[in-house]
């Protein structure tokens, strides 16, 4: 099939029946429930854009048919342009609010597939499963989730099989028609959109055998048999897109992830009981610089939004002149172009890994996702300052529908270029950036994106030559003028 439309997306998604619970009941099908309709359509919006522009949102396959783009397996600097553009509209068309679109598991899955010999060399089945898993992926367009972190009953345990591991996901039994898994995922973000779940590495793993049964890396519908999905509560009120712009679209839904006794298929077992396979995953093969790229795309699409809307907020109260208002734009535009400069840098020095994948280069990438969390709370900030207390006089749609009230409510909401209907629209939507539900969540999501900050920072330690800086340093002190 290849790349499809929002219908058949919704279509397949109504069919797959996974069991999903919210708010204490049983959710039956989500493209109707109010909690996940909205998003639902908006994931679907994004499977249409792909036939309506099939030049730019698409690529030929070996067969002749057209795959979606985010599923490229990149091999020169054209190939990365076109996929960079493909996820930008996707960005662009969520305000940058839409994180896990399926295109941050769809390149990932490229770059594993591509480098399929390294889960060979843990056994012969592994590298043919995620190249043929691949290629059934592509085929059918899937949307996917994925769940890496575990359950945390004490925040110093390692999962490792010692003090606290009991509710982390690990290895039952081995059985002839595949692996029976148990325990919990943390936190899979789209899970109710969802057709498939990835499970992939959470926390580098002590290399001994007591850690063998949670080293798993594999991939199962999420309709399978004991597979359940527990969601917080919805950011979307079920009210009008004038009321609510951000989260009658864009509430992504978060779920921990309750794997009962789960047969996984062989043929969908990427790794297991191999630690340091497992520890080594993303650095080796690649797909954690891949999925940074697509979230540095997402951060450029929403600097550049966030950024848009504090320049609206100072054209409509006549501020672009005060020197303070400049200063916090400024300050914004330096964020949005820090975010551009770190995108252009990482496709300006791409080059082939050892796969053969063209690959943007890890360290400005890995600077933009460890700025970008410190960052976008400021920007978040920035508009709670510009707006004060604009923030909270909005009306709502029914009250501009209510005659008692509409004359009122245009006399004294109105400023000197903005009826006031134009007015409450632009602060409801900085309301929902700055203060609502939807935006904490997203403020809570940027700062653990990548997972723990700390980690996040030694990560990009690791990945950074710094040997030849400091041997430069060494050299000066014994220059002898």
């Known amino acids: ?199 992939l590495p959470s926390t580098v793993l002590q290399a001994e055998p007591a850690a063998e049964p949670f080293a798993l890396s594999f991939a199962i519908q999420c309709n399978a048999k004991g597979l359940k999905f527990i969601c917080r509560d919805s950011c979307d009120a079920g009210g009008s897109r004038f009321d609510n712009p951000l989260a009658s679209r864009f509430d992504e839904m978060d779920a921990v992830v309750v794997f009962d006794n789960v047969l996984v298929p062989w043929d969908r077992v990427f790794l297991c009981g191999d630690v340091a396979r497992y ?26 939004f966030i950024l848009g809307l504090a320049a609206r907020i100072a054209q409509d109260g006549d501020e672009m002149q005060l020197h303070g208002v400049r200063e916090r734009l400024a300050e914004m535009i330096t964020t949005t172009e820090t975010m551009r400069a770190c995108l252009r840098s990482a496709e300006a020095d791409a080059a082939p890994d050892q796969w053969g994948v063209f690959t943007p280069a890890r360290a400005p990438l890995g600077t933009a996702c460890n700025l970008f969390p410190r960052l976008y709370p400021r920007m978040v900030e920035i508009i709670q300052l510009s707006s004060s207390s604009s923030l909270m006089a909005t009306p709502s749609a029914s009250d501009f529908a209510n005659p008692a009230e509409v004359a009122d409510i245009e006399r004294y909401f109105a400023a000197a270029d903005s009826p006031a209907k134009e007015r409450v629209a ?35 330690v690791d990945s950074t030559d710094l040997k030849p800086l400091a041997d430069r340093v060494r050299a000066f002190l014994k220059r002898p003028d």
């Not at 085929?139 to 345990?157: E, F, I, L, V, Y």
């Not at 995953?281 to 929403?302: E, F, I, P």
Request: proline share 3%; with cysteine; aromatic share 10%.
């Open 426 to 460: 632009l602060y409801r939507l900085a309301w929902e950036v700055a203060c609502s539900a939807f935006g904490g969540r997203q403020v809570l999501y940027e700062r653990f994106f990548f997972g723990d900050p700390a980690g996040m920072a030694s990560a990009l």
């Open 1 to 199: 099939m290849g790349a499809r439309s929002g219908n058949n997306y919704l279509s397949s998604l109504k069919k797959l029946g996974a069991e999903i619970w919210i708010g204490g009941a049983r959710a039956g099908d989500v493209t109707a429930h109010p909690a996940f309709a909205n998003c639902a359509r908006s994931i679907a919006s994004l499977y249409d854009m792909q036939m309506e522009h099939p030049e730019t949102m698409t690529f030929r396959t070996d067969d002749g048919g057209r795959a979606g783009m985010s599923f490229i397996i990149p091999k020169n600097a054209d190939d990365l342009r076109k996929r960079t553009r493909m996820m930008k509209t996707w960005a662009d068309f969520g305000c940058g609010m839409l994180g896990r679109t399926p295109d941050y598991l769809n390149v990932s899955l490229a770059a594993m597939a591509a480098a399929r010999s390294f889960f060979s060399e843990s056994d012969a089945r592994y590298g043919d499963n995620i190249w043929n898993y691949y290629i059934e992926a592509r085929h059918h367009d899937w949307c996917a989730t994925h769940t890496m972190a575990n359950p945390r009953a004490s925040r110093g345990a390692r999962w490792t099989g010692h003090t606290g591991a009991e509710p982390a996901l690990k290895l039952v039994e081995k059985t002839s028609d595949g692996i029976i898994v148990n325990g919990g995922g943390m936190l899979a973000t789209l899970a109710p959109l969802s057709e498939e779940i990835l499970v």
């Open 279 to 304: 520890n080594a995953l993303y650095a080796g093969t690649g797909a954690v610089v891949h999925m940074m790229h697509q979230a540095v795309v997402k951060n450029v699409a929403k600097s550049e």
